[in-house]
């Protein structure tokens, strides 16, 4: 069974996918049953690199921001997503190699965010 709004990985194709509407059935891509991600939070030095950090920008939205972490070619944040911990609002910004890795979104209260590093994979908050 899925739960709104995880996130699951093929890990022979790379593929994922997120679940918008929860269902009983099991993820399967390239005839493998699809990875769960789950968000890395630890204190180590790398996840200083990859938290998403929010603040309040001008009057009525928050920025998401992980400035910290390069934006290269070979190694960028891939998205970026904000949500409120009701998951009644979704947010996400795919990001390219050389943008700054920041999302500005429409102020609410509660808000969750995670992102996605090609190689480090997905850091920040979870729902649990
Ligand atoms: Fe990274």
Not at 8 to 27: F, H, T, V
Not at 30 to 42: A, I, R
Not at 78 to 101: G, T
Request: proline residues 5%; hydrophobic residues 30%; charged residues 30%.
């Amino acid at each position: 069974m899925t739960k709104k709004l995880e996130l699951y990985k093929c890990e022979i194709c790379g593929n994922i996918a997120e679940i918008i509407m929860e269902g009983q059935g099991e993820l399967v891509c390239c005839g493998e049953p699809m990875k769960l991600l789950t968000e890395q939070k630890n204190s180590t030095e790398i996840s200083e690199k990859h938290m998403p950090e929010i603040s309040d920008f001008k009057e009525n939205h928050k920025k998401i921001s992980v400035d910290k972490h390069p934006m290269l070619p070979d190694h960028y944040i891939e998205f970026i997503e904000v949500f409120s911990k009701n998951k009644n609002e979704h947010y996400l910004k795919y990001l390219l190699p050389d943008e700054k890795p920041e999302f500005i979104v429409p102020k609410s209260d509660n808000l969750l965010a995670r992102e996605f590093c090609n190689i480090h994979g997905l850091w920040g908050n979870s729902f649990k």
